[in-house]
């Protein structure tokens, strides 16, 4: 079974619902370029671009996790996309080089060098 989240709602505020019932056209891509997986959706509801966290599980599994980045109104019906947080990755000045190194180390390097938080 899949389920999705979200945070929050315009006119709602912070709530944690499943919405999977008011979306369709769920769609997800990787992209070398910006370093992060996306996910498109339609849905009827207002969510907020930029403060709205997205959760795509299939079962108890967490598939995708990430923020609203974009957001286009149509008649009745807004699009969504929402990028892991890897997007963030990508948008910084920082430019480091690792070798031999597991992964969550380095992340946890980089993650420390930008002062990120992560919640």
Do not use: P
Not at 15 to 34: A, F, M
Not at 75 to 97: C, F, G, P, R
């Amino acid at each position: 079974m899949w389920y999705l989240y979200t945070s929050y709602i315009v006119g709602k505020g912070y709530t944690t619902k499943e919405i999977i019932g008011q979306c369709n056209n769920l769609s997800w891509s990787n992209d070398v370029d910006t370093l992060a997986t996306s996910l498109s959706f339609d849905s009827i509801l207002d969510l907020a671009e930029g403060r709205s966290k997205i959760i795509l599980k299939q079962d108890k599994v967490i598939v995708f996790e990430g923020v609203i980045v974009s957001k286009t109104n149509k008649e009745n019906i807004h699009s969504y996309t929402a990028m892991d947080y890897a997007w963030y990755l990508n948008k910084n000045k920082y430019v480091m080089q690792f070798r031999n190194v597991y992964a969550k180390l380095l992340y946890n390097r980089y993650v420390k060098k930008l002062e990120l938080i992560i919640v």
